[in-house]
């Protein structure tokens, strides 16, 4: 993978990889979840597509290290990739709100920034012209492989109690995850890449 900063989509078999345009109603906002997902999973209008800007890192025992942000769309422009404790992938520091919200916790200020790690799968000749289409496992910090389980989708809306949500409907989605847990271990590859 090239060792330098670069845009581009990420792909897999069932297609680009997006953010699933669930929404949550919070004090009368409306402010997307940012949960990854493949695009062939959802229908057309369930899902925001995104570039990603890798920024080369270092590499280590035959493993490339990237920070991986968006690259675009105003929701998501400038969030970082990230896992929740359960190991669900989705795009954190999200809108104007959430960037400088993320931007002011003291937390995030005491922590070292999230990194990827890429594991090629094929030999490739190390030139920009040929690196789309060379597959590779997408894993996190500890080395877990990112890969797609189901996972049940609740939309809800806030209620005219501030206390309490209402479940608009539920159905059980694949999304993105890196934890070990049971699912399918995804194979990725680059597409529209740009160098920075």
Not at 104 to 122: C, D, F, G
Request: with cysteine.
């Amino acid at each position: 993978m090239l060792r330098t900063r670069f845009t581009a989509e990420l792909h897999c078999k069932y297609g680009q990889i997006v953010c699933d345009n669930a929404t949550s109603d919070v004090f009368g906002f409306e402010i997307d979840d940012g949960w990854l997902c493949a695009k062939g999973t959802r229908t057309e209008n369930t899902c925001i597509p995104l570039r990603f800007e890798f920024t080369f890192l270092e590499e280590k025992k035959n493993r490339l290290h990237y920070q991986i942000h968006a690259a675009d769309t105003w929701q998501y422009i400038g969030a970082t990739l990230e896992q929740n404790e359960n190991g669900w992938l989705g795009m954190y520091a999200t809108h104007a709100v959430g960037r400088i919200l993320h931007a002011l916790n003291p937390a995030n200020l005491l922590r070292s920034q999230p990194y990827w790690k890429i594991e090629l799968l094929q030999d490739w000749d190390g030139t920009a012209e040929k690196v789309e289409g060379v597959e590779f496992y997408l894993r996190d910090a500890k080395g877990h492989r990112v890969g797609q389980t189901m996972h049940q989708a609740i939309r809800t809306e806030l209620a005219e109690d501030i206390d309490d949500f209402v479940v608009k409907g539920q159905a059980f989605l694949p999304f993105l995850q890196a934890n070990g847990r049971e699912g399918e271990v995804l194979k990725f590859h680059l597409r529209k890449i740009k160098l920075s």
